[in-house]
């Protein structure tokens, strides 16, 4: 019902930055949230960031807190996740994800989710 296009991931050497999107097909009361998770093989998917839609709350994983910054441009049905001071340990592949509340997200929970962009972080 709702598809999630991702862009921006690629390779950067850490200290790097990388800004990545996420567009939606369209607006659900499943998808007023926005958020995005990352996946490293061997690893769990872990929550990084969402972001409601008014834009006036923001969580943020405590591994990207202060490195990472989670936008929307709700004209585009769009989220943006700029990533600064990028770590080697960033590397994932990098998961859009939509849910009625950011909370939802924050908790690994989500309606939709996009197929992904990979990040690769250099050391």
């Known amino acids: 019902q709702v598809q999630l296009v991702e862009s921006g991931g690629g390779l950067v050497q850490a200290g790097g930055s990388l800004r990545l999107s996420c567009a939606a097909s369209?607006?659900?009361?499943?998808?007023?949230?926005m958020g995005w998770f990352r996946q490293a093989p061997g690893k769990e998917r872990e929550f990084v960031a969402a972001?409601?839609?008014?834009?006036?709350?923001?969580y943020y994983a405590d591994s990207v807190k202060g490195r990472f910054s989670i936008s929307r441009d709700n004209a585009k049905n769009t989220v943006y996740l700029q990533m600064y001071s990028l770590k080697p340990e960033d590397t994932a592949v990098y998961h859009c994800?939509?849910?009625?509340?950011?909370?939802?997200?924050?908790?690994?929970?989500?309606?939709?989710w996009g197929q992904g962009t990979q990040v690769t972080v250099s050391s």
């Open positions: 994800a939509t849910d009625s509340r950011p909370e939802r997200l924050r908790g690994g929970m989500y309606a939709y």
């Open positions: 369209r607006r659900t009361v499943s998808s007023d949230a």
């Open positions: 972001i409601n839609w008014n834009g006036d709350r923001l």
